[in-house]
Protein backbone atom coordinates (compact mmCIF):
# COMPACT_ATOMS: atom_id res chain seq x y z
CA UNK A 1 0.00 0.00 0.00
CA UNK A 2 1.28 3.23 -1.04
CA UNK A 3 0.87 6.12 1.72
CA UNK A 4 2.69 8.64 -0.19
CA UNK A 5 0.37 11.88 -0.27
CA UNK A 6 -0.71 12.86 -3.52
CA UNK A 7 0.22 16.17 -5.06
CA UNK A 8 -2.42 18.02 -4.11
CA UNK A 9 -2.22 17.06 -0.36
CA UNK A 10 1.91 17.83 -0.31
CA UNK A 11 0.98 21.49 -1.85
CA UNK A 12 -1.78 21.99 1.01
CA UNK A 13 0.56 20.79 3.41
CA UNK A 14 3.53 23.42 2.05
CA UNK A 15 0.89 26.23 2.46
CA UNK A 16 0.04 24.69 5.95
CA UNK A 17 3.45 24.62 6.70
CA UNK A 18 4.09 28.56 5.17
CA UNK A 19 1.55 29.99 6.92
CA UNK A 20 2.53 28.01 10.41
CA UNK A 21 5.97 29.79 10.59
CA UNK A 22 4.18 33.30 10.27
CA UNK A 23 1.13 32.31 12.66
CA UNK A 24 3.77 31.06 15.20
CA UNK A 25 5.88 34.38 14.82
CA UNK A 26 2.35 36.09 15.48
CA UNK A 27 0.52 33.85 18.39
CA UNK A 28 3.44 31.97 20.19
CA UNK A 29 4.60 28.84 20.08
CA UNK A 30 2.54 26.52 22.61
CA UNK A 31 2.51 23.22 24.08
CA UNK A 32 -0.20 21.07 23.29
CA UNK A 33 -1.62 23.82 21.30
CA UNK A 34 -5.14 22.34 20.28
CA UNK A 35 -6.09 22.37 23.92
CA UNK A 36 -3.95 24.31 25.69
CA UNK A 37 -2.98 27.27 23.30
CA UNK A 38 -5.87 30.00 22.87
CA UNK A 39 -6.13 32.56 20.09
CA UNK A 40 -9.20 34.26 18.86
CA UNK A 41 -7.57 36.14 15.78
CA UNK A 42 -5.45 32.76 14.92
CA UNK A 43 -9.31 31.48 14.79
CA UNK A 44 -10.29 34.40 12.64
CA UNK A 45 -7.12 33.81 10.38
CA UNK A 46 -7.80 30.05 10.05
CA UNK A 47 -11.55 31.18 9.50
CA UNK A 48 -10.53 33.57 6.33
CA UNK A 49 -8.52 30.22 4.44
CA UNK A 50 -11.52 28.35 4.95
CA UNK A 51 -9.88 26.05 7.58
CA UNK A 52 -12.41 26.22 9.92
CA UNK A 53 -15.06 23.46 9.00
CA UNK A 54 -13.05 22.42 5.57
CA UNK A 55 -14.67 19.01 5.86
CA UNK A 56 -18.21 20.23 6.40
CA UNK A 57 -21.11 19.88 3.98
CA UNK A 58 -20.67 22.74 1.66
CA UNK A 59 -25.32 23.26 2.02
CA UNK A 60 -24.09 24.04 5.95
CA UNK A 61 -21.33 26.79 4.89
CA UNK A 62 -18.17 24.25 4.90
CA UNK A 63 -15.50 23.85 2.29
CA UNK A 64 -16.94 20.01 1.70
CA UNK A 65 -13.36 18.84 1.01
CA UNK A 66 -12.45 15.42 2.20
CA UNK A 67 -11.61 14.25 5.86
CA UNK A 68 -7.86 13.41 4.67
CA UNK A 69 -7.06 17.34 4.02
CA UNK A 70 -8.18 17.95 7.96
CA UNK A 71 -5.25 15.41 8.77
CA UNK A 72 -2.95 17.06 6.45
CA UNK A 73 -3.08 20.52 7.51
CA UNK A 74 -4.11 19.64 11.64
CA UNK A 75 -0.91 17.74 11.18
CA UNK A 76 1.20 20.87 10.43
CA UNK A 77 -0.70 23.48 12.40
CA UNK A 78 -0.49 20.97 15.63
CA UNK A 79 3.17 20.13 15.10
CA UNK A 80 3.85 24.06 15.01
CA UNK A 81 2.28 23.97 18.44
CA UNK A 82 -0.43 26.91 17.10
CA UNK A 83 -2.54 28.03 19.71
CA UNK A 84 -5.94 26.49 17.92
CA UNK A 85 -8.27 25.55 21.21
CA UNK A 86 -10.44 28.67 20.79
CA UNK A 87 -11.75 26.41 17.48
CA UNK A 88 -10.80 23.11 17.65
CA UNK A 89 -13.64 21.50 19.50
CA UNK A 90 -15.67 23.70 17.15
CA UNK A 91 -14.40 22.69 13.85
CA UNK A 92 -13.67 18.64 15.24
CA UNK A 93 -17.18 18.70 17.47
CA UNK A 94 -19.75 21.21 17.75
CA UNK A 95 -20.21 21.80 13.93
CA UNK A 96 -20.50 18.58 13.23
CA UNK A 97 -23.17 17.81 16.41
CA UNK A 98 -24.88 20.54 15.42
CA UNK A 99 -25.22 19.55 11.81
CA UNK A 100 -26.02 16.16 12.21
CA UNK A 101 -28.68 16.60 14.84
CA UNK A 102 -29.65 20.36 15.20
CA UNK A 103 -32.19 22.05 13.53
CA UNK A 104 -32.55 24.17 10.51
CA UNK A 105 -32.83 27.19 12.95
CA UNK A 106 -29.72 26.50 15.46
CA UNK A 107 -27.84 25.59 12.00
CA UNK A 108 -28.49 28.79 10.68
CA UNK A 109 -27.52 30.87 14.35
CA UNK A 110 -24.93 28.81 14.97
CA UNK A 111 -22.91 27.29 12.39
CA UNK A 112 -22.16 31.01 11.01
CA UNK A 113 -20.05 32.46 13.83
CA UNK A 114 -18.02 29.18 13.84
CA UNK A 115 -17.33 28.80 10.57
CA UNK A 116 -15.99 32.84 10.64
CA UNK A 117 -13.50 31.85 13.56
CA UNK A 118 -15.52 34.53 16.19
CA UNK A 119 -17.71 31.58 18.21
CA UNK A 120 -15.58 29.78 20.96
CA UNK A 121 -17.14 26.60 22.81
CA UNK A 122 -16.43 24.25 25.41
CA UNK A 123 -17.43 20.75 26.09
CA UNK A 124 -19.50 20.22 29.23
CA UNK A 125 -19.52 16.36 30.07
CA UNK A 126 -17.78 15.47 32.73
CA UNK A 127 -18.81 15.87 36.51
CA UNK A 128 -17.12 15.47 40.11
CA UNK A 129 -18.59 11.98 40.05
CA UNK A 130 -19.01 11.10 36.68
CA UNK A 131 -16.24 10.93 33.98
CA UNK A 132 -15.77 7.22 32.42
CA UNK A 133 -18.84 6.45 33.68
CA UNK A 134 -21.03 9.30 31.97
CA UNK A 135 -24.45 7.69 32.00
CA UNK A 136 -24.51 8.47 35.61
CA UNK A 137 -23.94 12.12 35.29
CA UNK A 138 -26.26 14.36 37.67
CA UNK A 139 -26.74 17.76 35.96
CA UNK A 140 -30.29 18.02 35.70
CA UNK A 141 -32.21 20.58 33.61
CA UNK A 142 -36.22 20.57 33.91
CA UNK A 143 -39.09 21.99 31.91
CA UNK A 144 -40.30 25.05 33.13
CA UNK A 145 -42.48 26.85 30.56
CA UNK A 146 -40.53 27.58 27.18
CA UNK A 147 -37.39 27.18 29.14
CA UNK A 148 -35.09 24.53 30.29
CA UNK A 149 -34.01 25.09 34.31
CA UNK A 150 -30.38 23.90 34.81
CA UNK A 151 -28.61 22.63 37.75
CA UNK A 152 -25.58 20.90 38.55
CA UNK A 153 -21.76 21.08 38.16
CA UNK A 154 -19.02 20.32 35.61
CA UNK A 155 -15.71 19.60 36.00
CA UNK A 156 -12.28 19.76 33.91
CA UNK A 157 -14.19 21.90 31.29
CA UNK A 158 -11.29 23.12 29.25
CA UNK A 159 -11.44 26.71 27.81
CA UNK A 160 -14.72 27.06 29.69
CA UNK A 161 -13.44 30.60 31.31
CA UNK A 162 -13.25 31.92 27.56
CA UNK A 163 -15.72 30.02 25.76
CA UNK A 164 -19.21 31.66 24.24
CA UNK A 165 -20.75 28.32 24.58
CA UNK A 166 -21.06 25.31 26.50
CA UNK A 167 -22.13 22.38 24.42
CA UNK A 168 -23.76 20.66 27.71
CA UNK A 169 -24.61 17.01 28.21
CA UNK A 170 -27.40 16.90 30.99
CA UNK A 171 -29.97 14.44 32.42
CA UNK A 172 -33.79 15.97 31.38
CA UNK A 173 -35.49 12.38 32.59
CA UNK A 174 -34.68 9.31 34.96
CA UNK A 175 -35.63 6.04 34.03
CA UNK A 176 -35.36 3.73 37.41
CA UNK A 177 -32.38 1.08 36.08
CA UNK A 178 -32.11 2.64 32.66
CA UNK A 179 -29.05 5.59 33.10
CA UNK A 180 -28.20 5.80 29.29
CA UNK A 181 -32.38 6.91 28.72
CA UNK A 182 -33.30 10.38 29.97
CA UNK A 183 -29.82 12.49 28.88
CA UNK A 184 -30.51 15.28 26.24
CA UNK A 185 -27.92 17.61 24.79
CA UNK A 186 -28.32 21.71 25.45
CA UNK A 187 -26.59 24.25 24.46
CA UNK A 188 -26.12 27.15 26.70
CA UNK A 189 -24.65 30.44 26.39
CA UNK A 190 -21.74 31.28 29.02
CA UNK A 191 -23.04 34.60 30.11
CA UNK A 192 -26.10 33.12 30.78
CA UNK A 193 -27.01 34.30 34.62
CA UNK A 194 -26.66 31.36 36.99
CA UNK A 195 -23.35 29.82 35.30
CA UNK A 196 -20.22 30.16 37.29
CA UNK A 197 -17.06 29.47 36.37
CA UNK A 198 -13.94 28.60 38.56
CA UNK A 199 -10.76 27.85 37.47
CA UNK A 200 -8.68 24.25 37.80
CA UNK A 201 -5.17 24.67 38.12
CA UNK A 202 -3.09 21.87 36.69
CA UNK A 203 0.43 20.52 37.90
CA UNK A 204 2.22 22.53 35.23
CA UNK A 205 0.06 25.60 37.00
CA UNK A 206 -1.39 26.39 33.69
CA UNK A 207 -5.06 27.51 34.04
CA UNK A 208 -6.75 25.99 31.31
CA UNK A 209 -9.74 23.66 32.38
CA UNK A 210 -12.63 25.08 34.88
CA UNK A 211 -15.39 23.46 36.90
CA UNK A 212 -19.04 25.47 35.95
CA UNK A 213 -21.61 25.70 38.06
CA UNK A 214 -25.11 26.01 36.78
CA UNK A 215 -27.75 27.38 39.43
CA UNK A 216 -30.97 27.63 38.29
CA UNK A 217 -29.60 28.65 34.35
CA UNK A 218 -32.19 29.44 32.15
CA UNK A 219 -32.20 28.44 28.39
CA UNK A 220 -35.32 28.35 25.76
CA UNK A 221 -36.63 24.82 25.04
CA UNK A 222 -35.16 25.49 21.23
CA UNK A 223 -31.50 25.39 22.70
CA UNK A 224 -32.36 21.34 23.07
CA UNK A 225 -29.90 19.21 20.54
CA UNK A 226 -31.14 16.34 18.83
CA UNK A 227 -33.38 13.81 20.96
CA UNK A 228 -34.81 14.84 24.28
CA UNK A 229 -34.12 12.66 26.61
CA UNK A 230 -32.59 10.06 24.01
CA UNK A 231 -29.09 11.48 22.91
CA UNK A 232 -26.60 9.62 24.13
CA UNK A 233 -25.97 8.01 21.33
CA UNK A 234 -25.64 11.88 19.51
CA UNK A 235 -22.90 11.56 22.73
CA UNK A 236 -21.01 8.53 21.54
CA UNK A 237 -20.74 9.68 18.22
CA UNK A 238 -19.06 12.64 19.36
CA UNK A 239 -16.83 10.69 21.26
CA UNK A 240 -15.95 9.03 18.17
CA UNK A 241 -14.98 12.70 16.65
CA UNK A 242 -13.18 13.23 19.80
CA UNK A 243 -10.90 10.01 20.35
CA UNK A 244 -9.78 8.84 16.29
CA UNK A 245 -8.07 12.20 15.00
CA UNK A 246 -4.87 13.47 15.02
CA UNK A 247 -4.64 15.45 17.58
CA UNK A 248 -4.35 12.72 19.22
CA UNK A 249 -1.08 12.02 18.05
CA UNK A 250 0.93 15.28 17.23
CA UNK A 251 0.11 16.78 20.69
CA UNK A 252 4.13 16.46 21.54
CA UNK A 253 5.24 16.31 18.19
CA UNK A 254 7.42 19.42 18.26
CA UNK A 255 8.68 18.26 21.55
CA UNK A 256 10.01 14.96 20.47
CA UNK A 257 11.45 16.96 17.36
CA UNK A 258 13.49 19.82 20.25
CA UNK A 259 14.29 16.57 22.05
CA UNK A 260 15.86 14.31 18.61
CA UNK A 261 18.20 17.49 18.17
CA UNK A 262 19.51 17.03 21.57
CA UNK A 263 20.19 13.22 21.69
CA UNK A 264 23.16 11.47 22.00
CA UNK A 265 23.17 9.14 18.56
CA UNK A 266 26.15 7.52 18.91
CA UNK A 267 24.19 5.95 21.93
CA UNK A 268 22.96 2.53 19.82
CA UNK A 269 20.09 2.41 22.49
CA UNK A 270 19.25 6.06 21.81
CA UNK A 271 19.10 5.16 18.56
CA UNK A 272 16.75 2.01 18.59
CA UNK A 273 14.68 4.41 20.93
CA UNK A 274 14.43 7.33 18.21
CA UNK A 275 13.62 4.50 15.26
CA UNK A 276 10.62 2.71 17.87
CA UNK A 277 9.53 6.36 18.16
CA UNK A 278 9.27 6.96 14.09
CA UNK A 279 7.48 3.74 13.96
CA UNK A 280 5.39 4.46 16.40
CA UNK A 281 4.31 7.86 15.01
CA UNK A 282 3.56 6.29 11.36
CA UNK A 283 1.95 3.50 13.18
CA UNK A 284 -0.40 5.43 14.72
CA UNK A 285 -0.68 8.20 11.40
CA UNK A 286 -1.79 5.05 10.04
CA UNK A 287 -4.62 4.58 12.38
CA UNK A 288 -5.77 7.83 12.24
CA UNK A 289 -5.89 7.43 8.89
CA UNK A 290 -8.03 4.43 8.49
CA UNK A 291 -10.66 6.47 10.68
CA UNK A 292 -10.75 9.51 8.44
CA UNK A 293 -11.06 7.61 5.41
CA UNK A 294 -14.22 5.72 6.76
CA UNK A 295 -12.12 2.28 6.42
CA UNK A 296 -12.16 1.48 10.32
CA UNK A 297 -14.86 -0.87 11.93
CA UNK A 298 -17.34 0.75 14.55
CA UNK A 299 -15.50 1.44 18.06
CA UNK A 300 -12.10 1.63 16.17
CA UNK A 301 -11.65 5.39 17.57
CA UNK A 302 -10.71 3.90 20.97
CA UNK A 303 -8.28 1.60 19.46
CA UNK A 304 -6.49 4.70 17.53
CA UNK A 305 -6.71 6.62 20.73
CA UNK A 306 -5.20 4.10 23.04
CA UNK A 307 -1.99 3.41 21.01
CA UNK A 308 -1.50 7.30 20.16
CA UNK A 309 -2.10 8.90 23.78
CA UNK A 310 0.48 5.92 24.72
CA UNK A 311 2.72 6.70 21.93
CA UNK A 312 2.78 10.39 23.16
CA UNK A 313 3.64 9.16 26.36
CA UNK A 314 6.41 7.83 25.64
CA UNK A 315 7.76 10.72 23.85
CA UNK A 316 7.55 12.69 26.72
CA UNK A 317 9.57 10.12 29.00
CA UNK A 318 12.26 9.61 25.83
CA UNK A 319 12.03 13.97 25.70
CA UNK A 320 12.60 13.88 30.03
CA UNK A 321 15.45 11.31 29.75
CA UNK A 322 16.97 13.30 26.32
CA UNK A 323 16.63 16.73 28.15
CA UNK A 324 17.66 15.43 31.91
CA UNK A 325 17.18 17.65 34.76
CA UNK A 326 16.66 20.83 33.06
CA UNK A 327 13.54 19.95 31.66
CA UNK A 328 12.36 18.59 35.13
CA UNK A 329 12.84 22.02 36.57
CA UNK A 330 11.95 24.42 34.55
CA UNK A 331 12.37 25.77 31.16
CA UNK A 332 10.07 26.22 27.80
CA UNK A 333 9.28 22.30 27.34
CA UNK A 334 8.80 21.33 31.22
CA UNK A 335 4.78 21.80 30.94
CA UNK A 336 5.00 19.45 27.91
CA UNK A 337 7.01 16.73 29.65
CA UNK A 338 4.94 16.92 32.65
CA UNK A 339 1.38 17.29 31.02
CA UNK A 340 1.82 13.66 29.48
CA UNK A 341 -0.08 11.86 31.86
CA UNK A 342 -3.52 13.66 30.93
CA UNK A 343 -3.38 12.59 27.36
CA UNK A 344 -4.27 8.91 28.54
CA UNK A 345 -6.89 10.41 30.45
CA UNK A 346 -9.03 13.71 29.15
CA UNK A 347 -11.44 12.00 26.34
CA UNK A 348 -11.53 8.42 27.71
CA UNK A 349 -9.08 6.66 29.78
CA UNK A 350 -6.92 3.76 28.36
CA UNK A 351 -8.71 1.54 30.66
CA UNK A 352 -11.97 2.43 29.44
CA UNK A 353 -10.62 2.29 25.79
CA UNK A 354 -9.74 -1.18 26.33
CA UNK A 355 -13.13 -2.05 27.39
CA UNK A 356 -14.31 -0.99 24.71
CA UNK A 357 -11.93 -2.15 22.05
CA UNK A 358 -12.92 -5.56 24.25
CA UNK A 359 -16.57 -4.92 23.75
CA UNK A 360 -17.57 -3.52 20.71
CA UNK A 361 -14.21 -4.57 18.37
CA UNK A 362 -13.46 -7.87 19.51
CA UNK A 363 -17.08 -9.09 20.81
CA UNK A 364 -15.66 -10.44 23.96
CA UNK A 365 -17.83 -10.97 27.27
CA UNK A 366 -18.34 -8.32 29.28
C1 LIG B 1 -6.45 17.76 30.14
C2 LIG B 1 -7.87 17.35 30.28
C3 LIG B 1 -8.86 18.06 29.63
C4 LIG B 1 -10.21 17.70 29.79
N1 LIG B 1 -11.17 18.45 29.17
C5 LIG B 1 -12.48 18.13 29.35
C6 LIG B 1 -13.50 18.93 28.77
O1 LIG B 1 -13.24 19.93 28.10
N2 LIG B 1 -14.80 18.58 28.99
C7 LIG B 1 -15.14 17.49 29.73
O2 LIG B 1 -16.33 17.21 29.87
N3 LIG B 1 -14.19 16.70 30.31
C8 LIG B 1 -12.87 17.01 30.13
N4 LIG B 1 -11.89 16.23 30.72
C9 LIG B 1 -12.30 15.14 31.61
C10 LIG B 1 -12.03 13.74 31.07
O3 LIG B 1 -12.91 13.43 30.02
C11 LIG B 1 -12.17 12.76 32.26
O4 LIG B 1 -11.11 13.05 33.14
C12 LIG B 1 -12.10 11.32 31.82
O5 LIG B 1 -13.26 10.97 31.11
C13 LIG B 1 -11.96 10.36 33.04
O6 LIG B 1 -12.94 10.63 33.99
P1 LIG B 1 -12.54 10.87 35.53
O7 LIG B 1 -11.44 11.86 35.58
O8 LIG B 1 -13.80 11.18 36.26
O9 LIG B 1 -11.93 9.49 36.03
P2 LIG B 1 -12.76 8.22 36.54
O10 LIG B 1 -13.83 7.89 35.54
O11 LIG B 1 -13.17 8.44 37.96
O12 LIG B 1 -11.66 7.09 36.48
C14 LIG B 1 -10.69 6.90 37.54
C15 LIG B 1 -9.85 5.68 37.21
O13 LIG B 1 -10.69 4.50 37.15
C16 LIG B 1 -10.53 3.83 35.91
N5 LIG B 1 -11.81 3.30 35.47
C17 LIG B 1 -13.01 3.93 35.50
N6 LIG B 1 -13.98 3.13 34.99
C18 LIG B 1 -13.38 1.96 34.61
C19 LIG B 1 -13.85 0.76 34.01
N7 LIG B 1 -15.14 0.57 33.70
N8 LIG B 1 -12.94 -0.24 33.78
C20 LIG B 1 -11.62 -0.07 34.10
N9 LIG B 1 -11.13 1.06 34.68
C21 LIG B 1 -11.99 2.07 34.93
C22 LIG B 1 -10.03 4.90 34.94
O14 LIG B 1 -9.29 4.33 33.87
C23 LIG B 1 -9.16 5.77 35.84
O15 LIG B 1 -7.87 5.21 35.94
C24 LIG B 1 -10.54 16.58 30.59
C25 LIG B 1 -9.53 15.85 31.22
C26 LIG B 1 -8.21 16.22 31.10
C27 LIG B 1 -7.16 15.42 31.81
Not at 271 to 292: D, F, H, K, N, P
Not at 314 to 319: I, L, T
Request: glycine letters at 10%; one cysteine or more.
Amino acid sequence: MDFALDEHLLALRAEAEEFAVGAVARYGRHNDGWLCGYSRELSRDLAARGWIGLTWPEEFGGGGRPPIERLVLAEVLITAGLPLAASWFVDRQMGPAIIAYGTGQQQRDLLPPMLAGEATWCIGMSEPDSGSDLASLQTRAVRDGDDWVITGRKIWTSFAHKADWCYLICRTDAVPGKPHLGISEIVVPMDAPGVEVSPVIDLTGDRHFNEIVFDDVRVPVGNLVGEEGNAFAQTMRQLEHERGGIDRLVSNRALYLHAREHADVSDPLVRQEIAAIESGYRIGRILVTRGVLGQAPPGFSAATKCVCTEFEQRVADFAARVLGPAVMVHDEWSAEVHYAPAYTIMGGTSDVMRNIIAERTLGLPR
